[in-house]
């Protein structure tokens, strides 16, 4: 029996409280760094562009409805028009057809949205590719290096594409025989999807490479995370300053009930 005074917080509950104020001091002295990885949303941002007879999303958008004038003389406000899939946002599985039974965006696992990440950094080979690939080879190669993918955690691909970020044309990067942006073969999103990791974030518009159409199947990314219970993350920015392992995770999407997606603010803990 514990001796403890009634209402005395139990050990492990004492543990928990150690933990968290030593996270929280560790922000506060800057000993662990806040990263934000999320792209401002604005009227330019990029979207991804479907072709015909294929319907699109909306570009985000503003509509004001005060600002300190007649309408609302004291206050500032403003309606959203948007899409799910705008910006730096969150896939859910119920966003494609082979995860239709799985969780919306109200439902993400509280888990999945605060978890360890690592970084698989492919820029160099990406600078004279814009089509590359991510093969299986890769992350075998990779976690011989610096061990296996964090368990319920993330896998964060750093190709420098958000250095395109900025200009909508080279973001997207489609000419007459389609989008060139980088990605993960069909092999490579078949392994992933049997791994114990709960998703995939990418610095690109969507998870799949720009050529995804023509494979088989097509967006095989979409195919086998989000129909094997995963989540995805795109348009992520800043993932040159986060370590290969170690960082921490936090996803904040909207709880969209029935939602495919959300836009999400996306941060990083990183420990200096």
């Not at 409280?17 to 002295?29: C, F």
């Not at 948007?82 to 494609?96: F, I, K, N, Q, R």
């Not at 690109?204 to 995370?225: I, R, Y």
């Not at 993932?239 to 836009?263: E, F, Q, Y």
């Amino acid at each position: 029996m514990s001796n403890r005074p009634p209402g005395y917080p139990a050990a492990d509950m004492l543990d928990a409280m150690t933990a968290v104020g030593v996270l929280l001091a560790s922000v506060a002295d800057g000993s662990t760094e806040i990263v934000d990885l999320t792209a401002p949303l604005h009227r330019h941002t990029p979207i991804i562009q479907l072709p015909q007879p294929f319907s699109n999303t909306i570009p985000f958008d503003l509509e004001r409805i005060s600002a300190y004038d007649a309408p609302g003389p004291a206050w500032y406000w403003n309606n959203i028009h948007t899409g799910e899939h705008t910006g730096t946002h969150l896939d859910a599985p119920v966003h494609w057809i082979t995860g239709r039974d799985g969780v919306d965006a109200a439902n993400v696992p509280l888990r999945a949205l605060f978890a360890p990440a690592v970084v698989v950094d492919v820029s160099e080979r990406v600078a004279d590719n814009p089509d590359f690939l991510l093969e299986v080879d890769d992350l075998r190669s990779w976690q011989d290096r610096h061990g296996p993918l964090p368990s319920g955690g993330w896998l964060l691909l750093r190709t420098g594409w958000a250095e395109r970020a900025d200009d909508p044309v080279s973001f997207l990067n489609t000419d007459e025989s389609g989008s060139h942006t980088p990605g993960i073969s069909v092999a490579c999103a078949e392994w992933l999807a049997a791994q114990a990791i709960c998703g995939m974030g990418v610095e690109t518009v969507g998870t799949d490479a720009g050529a995804a159409a023509g494979f088989d199947p097509p967006f095989p990314c979409h195919h086998f995370l989000l129909g094997a219970g995963k989540f995805g993350l795109t348009q992520l920015r800043n993932l040159d300053r986060l370590p290969t392992t170690g960082a921490g995770l936090i996803v904040c999407p909207l709880p969209i009930v029935g939602g495919s997606g959300s836009p999400a603010r996306v941060l990083a803990l990183v420990g200096r």
